[in-house]
């Protein structure tokens, strides 16, 4: 989807909110993660607080005792979801504890951060995200802006993934072209490594005890694999 065809489709979601009395202080998201305003943080049921709205929310670190586990997140600076914020969920959730992604009303701050989360821990694209926070809890995201910042965060995590993707892919070249070269005893390939060199030097001094008299050629070959291999050696202070 291209980012008009992503905020579009988001903009049809929403426009079917339900504000009403029935909507809860907290909603739950997934399993451990719930989405709510301040009322629910102010409530003895969670374990794991992430305040959304550092600036205008009544309750902030001084509000809780050490029992509960505080982090402040506010999405101008520190993003939709900074690396801080989201391994602060998944640590808690993986323990057992409750957490709770709360602004003042649990409608755009928190929600951008709670969807952004579990866009990225579900694998599930942003359209898809949103619909099922949307599912969870419908009266989230009522301005175009936080809109716009989960798709602009779905863009910057999809080029983050591909590069990922493409770094992996690297290596996989480089592995491969290392094997070739040990295979081929071609000791001009400059990424071969310490191990590499030593099991090509053992398979050439192998095959020269094996056939007995070798040609100048092989001679010369070993002998720079063998010089080669020293230095790595001297490489790595071994």
């Given amino acids: 989807m291209t980012t008009t065809t992503t905020f579009n489709a988001i903009s049809k979601i929403i426009e079917r909110r339900q504000f009403g009395s029935d909507i809860p202080n907290a909603s739950r998201i997934m399993p451990g993660l719930y989405l709510g305003n301040a009322a629910a943080a102010m409530s003895d049921e969670f374990t794991a607080i992430v305040n959304c709205a550092v600036s205008d929310c009544l309750t902030n670190r001084d509000y809780y005792?050490?029992?509960?586990?505080?982090?402040?997140?506010?999405?101008?600076?520190?993003?939709?979801?900074?690396?801080?914020?989201?391994?602060?969920i998944t640590h808690h959730r993986a323990l057992g504890r409750k957490v709770l992604i709360h602004c003042t009303s649990g409608m755009n701050l928190s929600a951008v951060v709670a969807v952004a989360y579990y866009m990225v821990e579900a694998n599930v694209d942003l359209v898809t995200a949103v619909q099922h926070c949307f599912s969870c809890r419908p009266i989230i995201l009522?301005?175009?802006?936080?809109?716009?910042?989960?798709?602009?965060?779905?863009?910057?995590?999809?080029?983050?993934?591909?590069?990922?993707?493409?770094?992996?892919?690297?290596?996989?070249?480089?592995?491969?072209?290392?094997?070739?070269?040990?295979?081929?005893?071609?000791?001009?390939?400059?990424?071969?490594?310490?191990?590499?060199?030593?099991?090509?030097?053992?398979?050439?001094?192998?095959?020269?005890?094996?056939?007995?008299?070798?040609?100048?050629?092989?001679?010369?070959?070993?002998?720079?694999?063998?010089?080669?291999?020293?230095?790595?050696?001297?490489?790595?202070?071994?």
């Fill in 142 to 238: 009522t301005a175009d802006c936080f809109v716009r910042m989960l798709v602009e965060f779905d863009q910057q995590h999809r080029v983050h993934e591909l590069q990922q993707k493409a770094a992996a892919l690297q290596n996989e070249l480089i592995v491969a072209r290392r094997e070739i070269a040990v295979l081929t005893l071609d000791y001009d390939y400059q990424c071969l490594t310490l191990g590499d060199l030593e099991e090509m030097k053992d398979k050439m001094s192998s095959d020269m005890l094996a056939t007995g008299l070798t040609s100048d050629e092989k001679s010369k070959k070993y002998l720079k694999i063998c010089a080669l291999y020293d230095e790595k050696r001297k490489e790595n202070n071994l």
């Fill in 65 to 88: 005792d050490d029992s509960v586990y505080y982090i402040e997140n506010d999405i101008s600076f520190d993003g939709v979801l900074s690396g801080r914020v989201e391994d602060f």
